[in-house]
């Protein structure tokens, strides 16, 4: 069940189906612009318009997925692609 | 800094409303006979290559009729001139010249200023003049905020030409190159040399040196000037850097690629090298080859970059192969450099390098960044070493030395 959103030059993906069993939900904590939230079923979504978050509110500062990473379920996911350069952009 | 052909140049100078030979760019023969049987006129034929003294080594010819051009364009095509292939050319037509005349706009760092030049020797270079006929060339510094008047540059031409006519022909060119070029542009030199008065009373630029500040390229969509690709092929982590920089506004990075993929490929023996702070950089880069350390890439995210772009830039250099070492150094930053650290840690996750990383990172929010490299690599069989402001650049390229020596002397037994 992957959740995703643009960013100014790629994408957030979170697998909400990881998120189920997160105890942490770090990366709501760790965005420094606050754009994450957790909806009804506790999982994290974006708090604001997409748009916002792809023009600038989203900082592309990697935290989400590296917090996720280290003291959550591995559920985030910053795909930053490069031209001539294969796309893995997973930790 | 972009240094345009001569023949981009002249796009410029004639946008300028400069007036320029009339003449076309072609990259073969035939299409150097089909120009000079447009313009029905003898020609010019010469080599579009980023070097000075092309007409010493044969990279000017010319020609009366249009199969002579091709056979003026098919030599000049074959040569090679400063190490640069000639693959472009341009034909223009012949001008009857009665004089030659120079003029050239660069900035004085002494005055911090630009400095407008004019001789009445032109065709020359400017450099030999001035050692042999200083008398004859003339200059006046520009202050950038006032500019420069019709009645300044007329007053300059005037020390040095007689014929009233004449001073105004050349003060028009000279002042459209200021304000129109050098300044319309954002160009850090212009020079045309020689301006030619022909014999029926017209002035023509016969040639043009231009270099634009490629920072300011953005400005000037009218002439789709690229920095890469313009004398070879642009090597893949060129266009990388090129594409991400041209859309994405925050920070900065700036790359240069030394030494072709496949020559690193093929001979190995280099490091790449990543920094943050341009001046630092310089620093960094004389202590590691003062150590005979081989730069293989030149690497800068500065200006408060985001950690995407700081994670490509790292990226491009860590992929680069058959390197020895990744070589990270920062000047005292301002920036913070968790934020770079999160960068380089997605890019050092991703390729994981069999060599070793020496990273320093010394400046805001070091300590932060160091105990996410720590956080995030602990898993990886990565070498990495981590330094902060405790050592300097020289102590670092001594010890990224030490770690190479180890790196190929394993590689050597294995």
Known sequence: MKYEFETLTGKITIDHEKCKTCETHICVKVCPTKILKLDEKNLPVLAIDPEEAKRRECLEDLACEQECYLKGNKAVKAIFPLVGYEQEGYL | ?414
């Open chain 2, 1 to 414: 800094m972009v240094r345009l052909f001569e023949y981009e140049g002249k796009n410029l100078l004639e946008k300028s409303k400069i007036p320029i030979p009339k003449g076309f760019f072609v990259k073969t023969h035939a299409q150097a006979r089909d120009v000079a049987a447009k313009l029905n006129v003898p020609v010019v034929v010469k080599a579009q290559v980023l070097a000075g003294r092309r007409g010493r080594v044969g990279g000017i010819r010319f020609a009366d009729t249009p199969s002579e051009a091709a056979e003026m364009a098919k030599e000049v095509l074959k040569l090679e001139i400063a190490g640069k292939k000639v693959q472009r050319i341009l034909v223009e037509e012949k001008l009857d010249i009665l004089k030659e005349y120079y003029t050239g706009i660069t900035a004085d760092d002494s005055i911090k200023s630009p400095r407008v030049f004019f001789s009445t020797e032109g065709g020359v270079e400017i450099e030999e003049i001035a050692e042999k006929h200083p008398e004859k060339i003339v200059s006046m510094p520009v202050d950038i905020l006032e500019g420069v008047r019709d009645y300044q540059i007329r007053n300059l031409v005037r020390k040095l030409e007689d014929d009233g006519k004449n001073i105004m022909g050349l003060s028009n060119i000279v002042l459209a190159l200021y304000n129109r070029v050098y300044r319309g542009y954002d160009a850090r030199a212009a020079e045309i040399n020689p301006i030619v008065l022909t014999r029926d009373g017209k002035f023509f630029a016969a040639d043009a040196r231009i270099d634009l500040d490629e920072e300011a390229l953005f400005r000037h969509r009218d002439i789709e000037i690229k920095p890469i690709g313009r004398e070879r092929p642009p090597e893949r982590t060129e266009i990388a850097w090129y594409e991400l920089e041209s859309k994405d506004y925050r920070g900065t990075w700036f790359y240069i690629q030394f030494v072709p993929e496949q020559k690193l490929a093929e001979e190995g023996g280099y490091i790449g090298f990543h920094c943050v702070g341009g001046g630092g950089s310089m620093i960094s880069m004389d202590a590691l080859v003062r150590e005979g350390l081989k730069l293989a890439n030149y690497c800068d995210t500065s200006g408060n970059p985001p950690a995407s772009k700081v994670y490509r830039a790292a990226k491009v250099v860590l992929s680069q192969p058959n390197i020895d070492g990744y070589c990270f150094i920062t000047c005292m930053a301002n920036q913070p450099l968790d934020i770079t650290a999160r960068g380089i840690v997605k890019a050092v996750r991703e390729i994981e390098p069999k060599y070793p990383l020496l990273i320093r990172n010394a400046g805001n929010k070091e300590e932060e960044a160091h105990k996410i490299i720590r956080d995030l690599t602990s898993d990886l069989p990565c070498k990495i070493e981590l330094y902060g402001r405790e050592v300097d650049e020289v102590f670092c390229a001594k010890r990224m030395k030490e770690l190479v020596t180890e790196f190929r002397k394993a590689v050597d037994k294995s």
